[in-house]
């Protein structure tokens, strides 16, 4: 097999391949064994016809599409490597020639990873962050404490209030006709949670117990129902029950009550040391995240379509697997946001396309640096996830390498080894007196 790669635009390119007349009778031979088990001729039992008599019958032209299925996808790969390329897409084949006794040839138009013209990286300036932690802090930490525990009291008299949980029944209409999904009972609600289409909250706020109110709301544009997206919409709602949260006070026995401190002062001091390490990550995090965002802005590449579209899709999926660890699926999530899997993925191809850019350029300053992972830094690795998962490592490192994840490690050692080297080389700016 002969292959030829020829650019044809900056991302794109042409490959040619052919490949021998031997391999293509071989490839004849397996579709001929394929398909003559489903054909039938008079005289002869399913999958006994002789290869003439078929081929009198039915042509050898009738093998080529099934012989092209067996042939096409390994010799592309194996021009793939023979041309030291790396598609980012399905490739757009055009058959050229097949036939028995004679060579194939076919030409693959291809999409490939876009090449990297780095700008600066090294010495780049960081804004100065702080990782004093402030009362304010201390007081913000608090005050989510006291909402986590707080508990849950029946109003028996007076309105609802935002930040208020209700129990309510409600159901639609459109044009006067109830709509399909647009009815619940006793159904409980957080105002001021976003849960419900924009309106609906705003308008219980005031209502009282046993109180029943329509409520006049729109569907977004963009919401997934055909039917109802863009429509004004009429809501017939009961209010059961208000439930107001009743914060305890903040004293020593509440520090008892949700710590294994005696004193409140303790347990200050304890939150003080925890918002200290959490700011000092999140501070080498932002500092991380700046310095990329600062290298892959000063880098020249042309990214493809494909890619973005690529991690858009790795987006959508990773984001369906956070929503069901939580007791959600992306079909519920629809549900509540007045958004479909379109405006979604329209919604993620900004950061998609700053991903992509991010993760290009931190190739391209790795390859040009030499930094690699060594097999002890993997096996280091390896034991940190062996203690974490309560594996052996040679079990670890097996089922990685059979997966194929064992590459993904090595890239996300080699991006690691690259951030820090960045942060290693920045300077920070003076902060503002």
Same mark, same amino acid.
């Given at each position: 097999?002969?292959?030829?790669?020829?650019?044809?635009?900056?991302?794109?390119?042409?490959?040619?391949?052919? *490949?021998?007349?031997? &391999?293509?009778?071989?490839?004849?031979?397996?579709?001929?064994? /394929?398909?003559?088990?489903?054909?039938?001729?008079?005289?002869?039992?399913?999958?006994?016809?002789?290869?003439?008599?078929?081929?009198?019958?039915?042509? $050898?032209?009738?093998?080529?599409?099934?012989?092209?299925?067996?042939?096409?996808?390994? %010799?592309?790969?194996?021009?793939?490597?023979?041309?030291?390329?790396?598609?980012?897409?399905?490739?757009?084949?055009?058959?050229?020639?097949?036939?028995?006794?004679?060579?194939?040839?076919?030409?693959?138009?291809?999409?490939?990873?876009?090449?990297?013209?780095?700008? !600066?990286?090294?010495?780049?300036?960081?804004?100065?962050?702080?990782?004093?932690?402030?009362?304010?802090?201390?007081?913000?930490?608090?005050?989510?404490?006291?909402?986590?525990?707080?508990?849950?009291?029946?109003?028996?008299?007076?309105?609802?209030?935002?930040?208020?949980?209700?129990?309510?029944?409600?159901?639609?209409?459109?044009?006067? *006709?109830?709509?399909?999904?647009?009815?619940?009972?006793?159904?409980?609600?957080?105002?001021?949670?976003?849960?419900?289409?924009?309106?609906?909250?705003?308008?219980?706020?005031?209502?009282?117990?046993?109180?029943? /109110?329509?409520?006049?709301?729109?569907?977004?544009?963009?919401?997934?129902?055909?039917?109802?997206?863009?429509?004004?919409?009429?809501? /017939?709602?009961?209010?059961?029950?208000?439930? &107001?949260?009743?914060?305890?006070?903040?004293?020593? !026995?509440?520090?008892?009550?949700?710590?294994?401190?005696?004193?409140?002062?303790?347990?200050?001091?304890?939150?003080?040391?925890?918002?200290?390490?959490?700011?000092?990550?999140?501070?080498?995090?932002?500092?991380?995240?700046?310095?990329?965002?600062?290298?892959?802005?000063? %880098?020249?590449?042309?990214?493809?379509?494909?890619?973005?579209?690529?991690? $858009?899709?790795?987006?959508?999926?990773?984001?369906?697997?956070?929503?069901?660890?939580?007791?959600?699926?992306?079909?519920?999530?629809?549900?509540?946001?007045?958004?479909?899997?379109?405006?979604?993925?329209?919604?993620?191809?900004?950061?998609?396309?700053?991903?992509?850019?991010?993760?290009?350029?931190?190739? %391209?300053?790795?390859?040009?640096?030499?930094?690699?992972?060594? !097999?002890?830094?993997?096996?280091?690795?390896?034991?940190?996830?062996?203690?974490?998962?309560?594996?052996?490592?040679?079990?670890?490192?097996?089922?990685?390498?059979?997966?194929?994840?064992?590459?993904?490690?090595?890239?996300?050692?080699?991006?690691?080894?690259?951030?820090?080297?960045?942060?290693?080389?920045?300077?920070?700016? %003076?902060?503002?007196?």
């Amino acid at each position: 097999m002969t292959a030829n790669w020829e650019k044809i635009e900056k991302n794109q390119g042409v490959l040619t391949v052919e *490949v021998a007349a031997e &391999r293509v009778d071989a490839a004849l031979d397996k579709a001929f064994k /394929k398909v003559v088990t489903k054909v039938s001729v008079p005289g002869f039992r399913k999958g006994k016809v002789p290869r003439g008599m078929f081929e009198k019958r039915f042509g $050898v032209e009738s093998l080529y599409q099934d012989a092209l299925d067996i042939l096409v996808p390994e %010799a592309y790969m194996e021009a793939i490597d023979e041309s030291g390329i790396f598609p980012v897409d399905r490739p757009e084949i055009d058959v050229q020639q097949i036939a028995k006794g004679q060579e194939l040839k076919f030409t693959a138009k291809v999409t490939v990873k876009p090449e990297v013209e780095l700008g !600066e990286y090294k010495g780049l300036e960081l804004p100065a962050v702080s990782s004093e932690v402030t009362e304010e802090d201390i007081d913000g930490e608090l005050q989510q404490l006291q909402q986590r525990h707080a508990e849950l009291v029946v109003v028996e008299e007076g309105a609802v209030e935002n930040g208020d949980s209700v129990v309510i029944d409600f159901e639609g209409f459109l044009n006067d *006709v109830p709509f399909e999904g647009g009815k619940a009972e006793k159904y409980s609600l957080e105002i001021g949670s976003g849960s419900f289409i924009p309106g609906f909250e705003e308008q219980v706020v005031g209502m009282v117990k046993d109180e029943e /109110k329509d409520i006049n709301v729109t569907f977004p544009e963009n919401y997934q129902s055909e039917e109802l997206k863009g429509q004004p919409v009429v809501f /017939k709602i009961k209010l059961h029950d208000i439930k &107001r949260k009743n914060l305890p006070a903040l004293d020593d !026995e509440f520090a008892k009550d949700v710590s294994e401190f005696d004193t409140l002062e303790e347990y200050k001091q304890d939150i003080t040391k925890r918002l200290q390490e959490r700011k000092e990550q999140n501070t080498k995090r932002d500092q991380e995240n700046a310095v990329v965002e600062k290298a892959a802005a000063a %880098a020249d590449v042309e990214i493809p379509e494909a890619m973005i579209n690529s991690e $858009v899709e790795q987006m959508l999926e990773d984001f369906g697997n956070r929503l069901k660890s939580q007791g959600m699926n992306l079909e519920m999530y629809f549900q509540f946001s007045g958004q479909d899997e379109a405006a979604l993925k329209e919604q993620m191809r900004g950061d998609a396309g700053k991903r992509v850019r991010q993760n290009l350029v931190l190739e %391209a300053i790795a390859k040009a640096e030499g930094f690699e992972a060594s !097999e002890e830094e993997i096996t280091e690795e390896l034991e940190k996830m062996a203690k974490q998962y309560q594996r052996q490592v040679d079990e670890l490192r097996s089922i990685l390498t059979a997966n194929g994840n064992i590459a993904s490690l090595k890239v996300d050692l080699v991006t690691r080894k690259t951030v820090q080297f960045l942060l290693e080389n920045s300077k920070t700016e %003076a902060p503002v007196a």
